[in-house]
């Protein structure tokens, strides 16, 4: 995984390239094209049309998105308060999800633990499949339904932004309350993408509310049922149910980490819907 510096050095490069890109595609036909033939000049035009409508867009959101995964990292370091603050967080989810009669998080990730392969699937499917399906439907929007990229977009940028600023408060996840019984599954198998837990190490896990994880799964679900046209696009639903399933069992998330995740981005695509809607009827009345 890369650090938020790596990431946003990377997101820096890709937005500028983009920008010049799509500026030469611009402008590289008409200012190169004065001396030469109509049909030289037309060629070039269709050559530089190309890179900026392709290459040029493409590295530009590209450049975006990896600017939000940079946020998103560094979002873990600047939590507000300490170890001993989170791990008082978590107790509270911890009590107020069993006065709620939520089903308990043990008992999801003992189905796992007796299970090395499931255990290291879980694990992997944690690391990876958060970001990795994000970039695939963002690639697929991109390059098959362009114009209902931007809503995508602006939605996963907003759903990401708000629950940024909950993680700043440090919530402690479920494999630290070790007391309970609960198992870090990623650290048994040696497959954890985090640093050591103490005062003054491992901040990065200490932002487990919300469950960014789940907000992305649902946005990728949403945005492949909504755009997508063929009946296999539902087969993408259990995308986010297995994310929900693999964060509680790797112990990584709390029930009510993926439940506040899901109300922020049922607000943002509510706010979005209704913002589209006023457009609209905006554009309707005589004179708009």
Not at 77 to 86: P, R, V, W, Y
Not at 226 to 250: D, E, N, S
Request: charged share 10%.
């Amino acid at each position: 995984m890369l650090s938020w510096q790596q990431a946003a050095v990377l997101a820096a490069g890709l937005g500028a390239a983009g920008m010049l890109l799509v500026r030469a595609g611009h402008t590289a036909g008409g200012a190169a094209g004065h001396a030469l033939q109509d049909g030289d000049r037309t060629r070039l035009r269709e050559v530089a049309g190309r890179w900026g409508a392709h290459v040029g867009p493409f590295a530009r959101e590209a450049g975006v998105v990896i600017g939000l995964y940079a946020l998103w990292q560094l979002a873990g370091n600047l939590a507000a308060g300490g170890f001993h603050d989170a791990i008082g967080h978590a107790w509270w989810i911890w009590h107020a999800e069993r006065s709620l009669h939520l089903p308990s998080e043990l008992a999801v990730q003992h189905l796992v633990l007796p299970r090395a392969l499931l255990s290291r699937m879980a694990n992997m499917y944690y690391a990876t499949m958060h970001f990795g399906m994000l970039i695939a439907m963002l690639i697929w929007l991109f390059a098959r339904h362009r114009d209902g990229y931007p809503a995508v977009r602006n939605a996963m940028a907003a759903s990401t932004a708000i629950c940024l600023l909950v993680s700043l408060i440090p919530v402690a996840p479920p494999r630290m309350l070790s007391s309970l019984g609960f198992v870090d599954l990623a650290a048994r198998y040696g497959e954890s993408v985090y640093s050591v837990v103490g005062s003054a190490a491992g901040a990065d896990q200490l932002s487990a509310m919300p469950s960014v994880h789940v907000a992305w799964s649902l946005l990728v679900a949403w945005a492949i049922v909504t755009r997508g046209t063929g009946r296999w696009r539902w087969l993408i639903v259990a995308h986010p149910v297995v994310t929900v399933l693999v964060v509680v069992a790797t112990g990584n998330h709390y029930w009510a980490d993926g439940i506040v995740a899901a109300a922020i981005v049922m607000a943002v695509l509510s706010v979005q819907a209704l913002l589209t809607g006023s457009v609209g009827r905006a554009r309707k009345l005589p004179g708009a």
